[in-house]
């Protein structure tokens, strides 16, 4: 007969809060909600530029100097950043097994995180008129 094998207490207790699901979950959702909310901001843009299509640059200045206008270029420039960080990160986590995979995780949110903050800035200065 075979023998069962319980868990010790401390044996569960070493266990406890180790796994996948305890903090990927988060990341996991989080990357979700980013491409769901790419698609209507992106088919919003693609429409846009469309009618745009022969603009001027001041023409493009005052439909972005809109206001509904510069808030869903920022929303897009803010999910697109974060759902691409959500997305390297996976990449490195599952093919970098090294001692760069640190060091490439805290560049890529890095990186991520300075172009979306020059992106949102860019915005805010053409509806600023700066």
């Known amino acids: 007969m075979a ?4 868990l010790t207490p ?3 207790a070493r266990a406890r809060g180790l796994g996948s699901a305890r903090r990927g979950s988060g990341a996991w959702r989080a990357e979700r909600l980013t491409a769901v909310a790419l698609v209507p901001l992106t088919l919003w843009l693609v429409a846009s530029l469309v009618a745009l299509g022969g603009a001027d640059r001041a023409a493009f200045v005052a439909w972005l100097g809109r206001p509904l206008s510069a808030l869903l270029v920022i929303l897009l420039l803010l999910a697109a950043f974060r759902h691409t960080a959500l997305g390297l990160q996976v990449v490195i986590e599952d093919y970098v097994h090294s001692a760069a995979k ?8 890095l990186l991520c995180f300075a172009i979306c903050v020059a992106g949102v800035l860019a915005t805010l200065s053409i509806v600023l008129g700066r």
């Open 102 to 109: 640190i060091p490439l995780l805290i560049a890529t949110h």
């Open 10 to 12: 401390s044996s569960a």
């Open 3 to 6: 023998e069962s094998r319980e």
